[in-house]
């Protein structure tokens, strides 16, 4: 299965490409897609929209996974946050890929068994399961690549759990 994790942003969004089988994690790609703040937002929000359509028709992932809207102090930030992750939405709508989203809770506790965990852990645990010599940079990317991560831990469970004898 091909898992596209998303990291949504408007100056960045950070993206990664797992392929998951029978519990192995085979990392394809990974990156930021930027724009640049001195560009008008609808041109960003286009720009976002066509680059995520162009990595989906790239890698033709089976599913994505991305981070609900968190807002904490900077509402304005999370509003611009919330613009992106719409024209996400629309991008992955329109090529139909489902999407499973996390909670930043959930994407923690689904990485390291606990809610609260800092960055820095996360981080540590996406280069553990990816056998990576070094964390993942830009800190976009590495987030992508901690959803695709959480898709696959929640996608092993289901699995387990559709096994077990009822």
Known sequence: MRILGIDPGLATVGFAILDYFEEEKNLIEYGVITTSAKTPKTHRLKEIHNDISAILG???????????????????????????????????????????????????RSLTGNGNADKQMIQKMVMLELKLQEIPKPDDAADALSLALALCSELRYHQIENKLPT
């Open 58 to 108: 790239e890698y033709k992932p089976d599913i994505c996974a991305i981070e609900q809207i968190f807002f904490s102090k900077n509402v304005t930030t999370g509003i611009q946050v919330s613009e992106s992750r719409g024209v996400i939405l629309l991008a992955l709508n329109e090529a139909n890929v489902p999407l499973q989203e996390f909670s930043p809770s959930s994407l923690k």
